[in-house]
């Protein structure tokens, strides 16, 4: 088990997620069959990273991996935060997955960026946000509001970096509200477009440029990156002219 439950903070709303880990004679196992077991099944379907999401009576939804034993070795090359190995293993019968689990633990603690991989989040937020802009101007609006999206994820990513508050890495958003000052957390939704309007884009365009850009200098000189001057004086008066 993974996801809110296995690190203890599950709610009503929460998914149930798994992997199911079958004997490699069972490569071909039915995904409906077997998550029909689970509970009265209202629809399922496959998700663009190959889980199979079920959804259950009362909106519960579910999503199950459905792999082989063959497959446990993977473990221990997955991106992960916190393990709590004694709440994820729900049966582990011949001891291979808590021994992936484990390596996987020692790994340590995500993230454990280098000066690099921090160069390279702070120039994927530069990419989505010049984008949006250039979509927005040409008055592709839905366009730019998807790129936005991306921007403000990686605007997480870097806001989460500079307060020190990493425990929810792999999905930023998640807990944001306790766990980022009201600060930062007013200059986020200044980044969210309120409508999907030319005037609503450029305004989240511009917020999300300004504190972007004071995050962006507060991580170059935690990590010694060198800043594109050049890049981020045309930016400016690109979205001065909003």
Same mark, same amino acid.
């Given at each position: 088990?993974?996801?809110?439950?296995?690190?203890?903070?599950?709610?009503?709303?929460?998914?149930?997620?798994?992997?199911?880990?079958?004997?490699?004679?069972?490569?071909?196992?039915?995904?409906?069959?077997?998550?029909?077991?689970?509970?009265?099944?209202?629809?399922?379907?496959?998700?663009?990273?190959?889980?199979?999401?079920?959804?259950?009576?009362?909106?519960?939804?579910?999503?199950?991996?459905?792999?082989?034993?063959?497959?446990?070795?993977?473990?221990?090359? =997955?991106? %992960?935060?916190?393990?709590?190995?004694?709440?994820?293993?729900?049966?582990?019968?011949?001891?291979?997955?808590?021994?992936?689990?484990?390596?996987?633990?020692?790994?340590?603690?995500?993230?454990?960026?280098?000066?690099?991989?921090?160069?390279?989040?702070?120039?994927?937020?530069?990419? =989505?946000?010049?984008? %949006?802009?250039?979509? %927005?101007?040409?008055?592709?609006?839905?366009?730019?509001?998807?790129?936005?999206?991306?921007?403000?994820?990686?605007?997480? =990513?870097?806001?989460?970096?500079?307060?020190?508050?990493?425990?929810?890495?792999?999905?930023?958003?998640?807990?944001?509200?306790?766990?980022?000052?009201?600060?930062?957390?007013?200059?986020?939704?200044?980044?969210?477009?309120?409508?999907?309007?030319?005037?609503?884009?450029?305004?989240?365009?511009? %917020?999300? =440029?300004?504190?972007?850009?004071?995050?962006?200098?507060?991580?170059?000189?935690?990590?010694?990156?060198?800043?594109?001057?050049?890049?981020?004086?045309?930016?400016?008066?690109?979205?001065?002219?909003?």
């Amino acid at each position: 088990m993974y996801g809110s439950f296995a690190h203890g903070e599950g709610d009503r709303h929460s998914d149930i997620e798994f992997w199911l880990f079958f004997v490699p004679e069972q490569r071909e196992a039915n995904p409906h069959a077997w998550c029909a077991q689970v509970g009265p099944l209202t629809h399922i379907v496959v998700n663009e990273f190959g889980a199979s999401v079920a959804f259950f009576t009362g909106l519960v939804r579910g999503e199950f991996h459905f792999a082989t034993s063959e497959d446990i070795d993977r473990v221990r090359l =997955w991106p %992960a935060q916190e393990i709590a190995i004694d709440r994820m293993i729900v049966l582990d019968r011949r001891g291979a997955l808590r021994e992936a689990m484990e390596a996987l633990r020692q790994r340590g603690i995500v993230p454990a960026l280098t000066d690099d991989e921090v160069a390279a989040l702070c120039g994927r937020f530069a990419n =989505w946000l010049v984008l %949006a802009y250039h979509v %927005a101007e040409r008055g592709e609006i839905l366009r730019a509001v998807d790129a936005l999206a991306h921007m403000q994820r990686h605007l997480l =990513w870097m806001a989460r970096l500079v307060e020190g508050r990493t425990r929810h890495w792999l999905t930023p958003s998640r807990c944001v509200e306790a766990e980022l000052p009201g600060d930062a957390l007013e200059r986020l939704r200044g980044a969210v477009p309120r409508g999907a309007t030319a005037s609503d884009v450029q305004k989240a365009i511009r %917020a999300g =440029w300004q504190y972007g850009r004071r995050l962006l200098e507060q991580l170059a000189a935690r990590h010694k990156l060198e800043l594109p001057d050049r890049l981020f004086m045309e930016i400016d008066q690109a979205v001065a002219g909003f």
